[in-house]
């Protein structure tokens, strides 16, 4: 059984991306293949290469918001408030800092209007309702919500896919950040289908695990899947054909909306999926991923379906080499 310091490892600072690679398919690409055969060393404009005619290449289309919020209390104490997710017309789950400086019936006062924490819900997340419209105060004075670790100004821009489209995610699907509609266009020229799904990334997915690996409990995070993408999927799958997936989120979702004898199902649901070693991967049979922190809950999925030796031994030659690391690293395509 795998402990939770089994999935550590030395990462120097500079390797921690501060801006993403311009243009965006420039990016390296670390290619893994599962069968054994060498690690390859290339560009993300390769991904092209690496499909195959008929596989199915899923993608996240949620659009990260301006979920991060800097707000005063009527004493003038200063909160940061990170929103994570509604939970009704005018109410919002939400992260606090210092949180232990908001207990429920704290009033805090935005630009434009107040709200208000009703409730301390589980992992620490705070309820709070607001007497104004929550997208209208984000839209007037939200902030990109950047991982602490990326200390350098990103237009906010550059943190979003060039194809999301739902507004939802507080922390971008950051594979998807190396593509490019000229990349997607000479990966559907291969005969692969490009088809969307949503999922709205929540902070959860990124924090490292504390702890045993076994009491760790994934934030829900909520997706979507519309009715064209499960049953190309759903028919991929039957013919024997690849499904791949562009991020972790993806992997995610689909995996959640499997059932046996139904296939991926349609529609909306939401998820605490914690996928670690060992798993029977039901659904994605390739990955398209960045490079992620020591202990989170995504370099133990990466090592569910790459292989645990696998994915650290390329983890270690891609400090040795140089890849850049995290949300606007370098990539890795596992098939």
Same mark, same amino acid.
């Given at each position: 059984?795998l402990?939770?310091s089994?999935?550590? $490892?030395?990462?120097p600072?500079?390797?921690?991306a501060?801006e993403g690679a311009?243009?965006?398919?420039?990016?390296r690409m670390m290619v893994?293949?599962?069968?054994?055969?060498?690690?390859?060393?290339?560009?993300?404009? *390769?991904l092209?290469? @690496?499909?195959r005619?008929?596989d199915?290449?899923?993608?996240?289309?949620?659009?990260?918001?301006?979920?991060r919020?800097f707000?005063?209390?009527?004493?003038?104490?200063?909160i940061?408030?990170l929103?994570v997710?509604?939970v009704?017309e005018?109410?919002?789950?939400?992260?606090?800092?210092?949180?232990?400086?908001?207990p429920?019936?704290?009033?805090l006062l935005?630009e434009?209007? +107040?709200?208000e924490?009703?409730?301390?819900e589980?992992?620490?997340?705070r309820?709070?309702?607001?007497?104004?419209?929550p997208?209208?105060?984000?839209?007037r004075?939200g902030r990109?919500p950047l991982?602490?670790y990326i200390?350098?100004?990103?237009?906010?821009?550059? $943190?979003? +896919?060039?194809?999301?489209?739902?507004?939802?995610s507080v922390?971008?699907p950051?594979?998807?950040?190396?593509?490019t509609? *000229?990349?997607l266009e000479?990966?559907?020229?291969?005969?692969v289908e490009?088809l969307?799904l949503?999922l709205?990334?929540?902070?959860?997915t990124?924090?490292?695990?504390?702890?045993?690996?076994?009491?760790h409990?994934?934030?829900?995070e909520?997706y979507?899947?519309?009715?064209? +993408?499960?049953?190309a999927?759903?028919r991929?799958? =039957?013919?024997?054909?690849?499904?791949?997936?562009?991020?972790?989120?993806?992997?995610?979702?689909?995996?959640?909306?499997y059932a046996?004898g139904?296939?991926v199902r349609?529609g909306?649901?939401?998820?605490?999926? @914690?996928?670690?070693p060992?798993?029977d991967?039901?659904v994605?049979?390739?990955?398209?991923?960045?490079?992620?922190?020591?202990?989170?809950?995504l370099?133990m999925?990466?090592?569910?379906?790459?292989? $645990?030796?696998?994915?650290?031994a390329a983890y270690?030659?891609?400090?040795e080499?140089?890849y850049?690391f $995290? =949300?606007?690293g370098?990539?890795m @395509?596992?098939?």
């Open positions: 059984m402990d939770l089994d999935f550590d $490892y030395d990462l600072p500079e390797l921690i501060q311009e243009p965006r398919d420039a990016a893994v293949h599962r069968d054994g055969r060498p690690l390859e060393h290339r560009r993300v404009r *390769d092209p290469g @690496f499909l005619p008929g199915v290449l899923v993608i996240n289309r949620s659009k990260v918001i301006p979920a919020l707000v005063k209390k009527p004493t003038g104490a200063r940061e408030v929103l997710r509604p009704g005018k109410e919002w789950l939400a992260f606090l800092r210092p949180a232990r400086k908001a429920p019936g704290t009033r935005f434009g209007g +107040t709200a924490v009703v409730g301390v589980e992992e620490g997340l309820r709070l309702r607001f007497d104004a419209d997208w209208a105060l984000m839209a004075a990109a991982p602490p200390r350098a100004p990103v237009p906010f821009a550059r $943190y979003q +896919t060039v194809f999301a489209r739902e507004p939802g922390a971008a950051t594979a998807g950040l190396h593509l509609p *000229d990349l000479a990966i559907r020229a291969r005969g490009v969307p949503v709205h990334v929540g902070p959860g990124f924090q490292p695990v504390k702890g045993s690996i076994e009491a409990r994934m934030h829900e909520v979507e899947i519309p009715e064209k +993408t499960a049953a999927v759903n991929a799958l =039957s013919e024997g054909r690849r499904v791949v997936a562009v991020g972790t989120t993806v992997v995610r979702a689909l995996e959640s909306a046996p139904a296939g349609p909306t649901g939401a998820t605490r999926l @914690f996928i670690r060992p798993y991967f039901k994605v049979g390739a990955l398209f991923t960045n490079f992620h922190l020591p202990r989170s809950t370099l999925l990466v090592a569910a379906f790459a292989g $645990y030796e696998r994915t650290m270690r030659e891609a400090v080499r140089g850049r $995290y =949300s606007l370098d990539a @395509f596992i098939d």
